[in-house]
Structures are given as C-alpha cells and as structure tokens.
C-alpha cells in the first residue's frame, strides 16, 4: 500500500468533485470541513481499503520512507481513536500472529482492534503511564507514537500551547518506557515554542527529525517529529 493508492479514486481515473447537497443546520466552517472531507482521496481511500482514518496513510507514508515499523515489536500508540495508526502497526508488527504487541489508549472511546490493546482512559490520568507500562512485554517499548491533539479553541497560540503540552507529556513518557535503541513519532504543529523540546529529544536520541507525509494537507500546519535511536535511561 502507497500513497498512489489514494490519488485515483479507485477507478483509475480522475476523482469527481463532489458538492454538499445542503447546508442546511451547518456553520460555514462545518460545511468546509465537510466538502473536504467529501473530496479527499485518503478518506476514499481509507474507507476502500478498510482504514478507520485517513491519518492511517501519514503512518504508512512514514513508514515506507523511514522504515521503522518491524515484525516483532513492541508499540505504544497515545491518542489512538479512531484507530487508523493502531491498525497499521498491528499488521506490520506482526501483533496477530503474536510476534508484536501493540497497546492503543485515548480519551474518546474506539472500537477494539483484533491483535491490539486497546484502553479508553485519558493518558493524562496519573495512572495512564504505568498502566500502559505494566501492560507491555518486558515492561518496555520499541516504539511510541502520539497522534494526540487537543480540542481546538480557534486562538492559534493557545491551540499551539496546547499541542505542545501533549507533545512534552508524551516525550516524558517515552523516555520511560523506550528500550535502547527506541523510536518517538509525535504529533507536533509548527509555532515557535518547540526549541526547548527538540533540544531534550536531541539529547536522547541519535537522530531528530521533522516529517511531513504527503497525506497531511498541505495547508495544516500540522507536522511530526521522527527521533530514532533511544540513547537509554
């Protein structure tokens, strides 16, 4: 599977642009989300191949051009609902056929996915983090993804700020649970507040670097951040 698998609408051709048939009870900007929406290649694509999402293709996008994905490990995924990067990493880790393990948890409650845990608990429970612990192999991970965003209020640097806290959170986490060698993907917007965090993961990892899949909208400021090679605790 490839980004190209989202770019033809299944057929081969050129999607039809599709029109909102009312906007009747819908704000201006629940109508633009919503035409959007209709109109994205990933999210037909998502729904043809049997994705929850369309941010499955960001993880798959990543993957195919990092190659950190592998059979056998063991996988952390915070703010998983709906559940498009915890499908993607069950299947490349091999979680079914019980060589990988792969733990989801969020907030918003998701439907379960065959060969992964899945927990409907805020990660920013004082529990979360040794829940989640106690539940992996080993006690450790090969790979911690944050997908986790939250609400957005509409004030851009508060959103930032907001972002940033879940970002922060998440690499405390992760430098917990990483066994040597480890990997981070974490969610992050550009904004300006970021320097202070990049400068720990460099400190603890061999490699930080920014990412951008195709299947993130180019008008998002949305990008994330891909440190490899966990120094250890």
């Known amino acids: 599977m490839s980004k190209a698998s989202a770019g ?4 081969g051709g050129r999607q039809l642009y599709v029109k909102l048939k ?4 819908r704000t201006t900007s629940q109508q633009r989300w919503l035409q959007r929406q209709l109109n994205d ?30 059979p056998g490990q063991r996988i952390v995924d915070l703010g998983a609902a709906p559940g498009g990067w915890t499908q993607v990493a069950v299947d490349r880790v091999k979680a079914i056929e019980g060589r990988g393990q792969v733990v989801a948890i969020d907030i918003l409650e998701m439907g379960a996915v065959p ?23 080993d006690g450790g991970a090969d790979i911690v993804f944050s997908d986790m965003a ?7 640097s508060t959103d930032h700020l907001r972002i940033m806290g879940l970002a922060e959170t998440a690499v405390v986490f992760a ?13 992050m917007f550009q904004g300006g507040t970021e320097k202070e965090l990049l400068a720990g993961l460099k400190r603890d990892f061999t490699s930080v670097k920014h990412v951008k899949p195709p299947a993130s909208r180019k008008e998002s ?13």
């Open 115 to 137: 060969g992964a845990t899945v927990l409907h608990l805020d990660f920013l429970e004082e529990s979360a983090p040794a829940l989640l612990k106690s539940l992996l192999r």
């Open 175 to 187: 430098t917990e649970v990483l066994a040597p060698g480890g990997v981070f993907l974490c969610k």
């Open 41 to 70: 290649p990933y999210v037909a694509a998502a729904k043809q191949e049997g994705w929850r999402s369309r941010a499955a293709f960001k993880l798959i996008e990543i993957d195919e051009r990092h190659k950190i994905l592998k």
């Open 8 to 11: 033809g609408g299944g057929s």
């Open 22 to 25: 009312t906007a009747a009870k």
């Open 150 to 156: 939250a609400p957005t209020t509409g004030h851009n």
């Open 221 to 233: 400021s949305e990008l994330y951040v891909l440190a490899t090679g966990f120094r250890g605790r």
